[in-house]
């Protein structure tokens, strides 16, 4: 089975700091890769798909990028809204495996 | 508006069954694959299982296999869960999720339900 490593687990920034979270594979996945934004007691929210595209609505701040076994998601310009749990998820086999998830918190 | 409602959570014992329905509306369910996300208390999201829109193909994760059975009705635009031999560790929010358009069964997903809560409790 292929296993999704995050890092960090937490991380701690200022409204305005350009923000990465990492995402590992344990093996090739291409670019089957989507990245989702949790808030506390809301369901997930698709923010990137396909390594790289942006989901509809979501705010041009955030990226990713990455192909193969590393990943990456960046956002710009961190805003308020934006403190959250972020998950990325692997969609290359018959498992759809989500990364232990990554919370951005407050400086 | 597509959305996804979840229904059918509860308390039950171990060893017990319970079965969760997602009701669909806003898209042309039959042409989207499904599948159901679950989340225990402060953990991270875990993927459960998978269905094409035909409800031809399934998936399961391994920690469920042989005791979770997913299918679908399309007629009623509603996705179910049946989950039998309850344990203590299956305790989770059940989300369903909606798959994208030309997507596979095992895609990224684009809309949520608000999820069900399932406690497994004696």
């Known amino acids: 089975d292929i296993q999704m490593t995050q890092s960090p687990s937490t991380l701690s920034a200022s409204v305005g700091d350009r923000v990465t979270i990492t995402c590992r594979a344990s093996?090739?996945?291409?670019?089957?890769l989507a990245w989702y934004q949790q808030k506390p007691g809301k369901a997930p929210k698709l923010l990137i798909y396909k390594a790289s595209s942006l989901e509809s609505g979501v705010p041009s701040r955030f990226s990713g990028s990455g192909s193969g076994t590393e990943f990456t998601l960046t956002i710009s310009s961190l805003q308020p809204d934006d403190f959250a749990t972020y998950y990325c998820?692997?969609?290359?086999?018959?498992?759809?495996?989500f990364g232990q998830g990554t919370k951005v918190e407050i400086k | 508006e597509v959305q996804l409602l979840e229904s059918g959570g509860g308390l039950v014992q171990p060893g017990g069954s319970l079965r969760l329905s997602c009701a669909a509306s806003?898209?042309?369910?039959?042409?989207?694959?499904m599948s159901w996300v679950r989340q225990a208390p402060g953990k991270g999201l875990e993927w459960v299982s998978a269905i094409s829109g035909s409800g031809g193909s399934t998936y399961y994760a391994d920690s469920v296999k042989g005791r979770f059975t997913i299918s679908r009705d399309n007629s009623k635009n509603t996705l179910y869960l049946q989950m039998n031999s309850l344990r203590a560790e299956d305790t989770a929010v059940y989300y369903c999720?909606?798959?994208?358009?030309?997507?596979?069964?095992?895609?990224?997903?684009?809309?949520w339900g608000q999820g069900t809560t399932v406690t497994v409790s004696s």
């Open positions: 806003g898209f042309t369910f039959s042409s989207y694959a």
């Open positions: 999720a909606k798959g994208p358009a030309g997507g596979g069964v095992i895609a990224d997903m684009d809309v």
């Open positions: 998820q692997q969609y290359n086999s018959y498992l759809g495996t």
């Open positions: 093996q090739s996945i291409s670019s089957w």
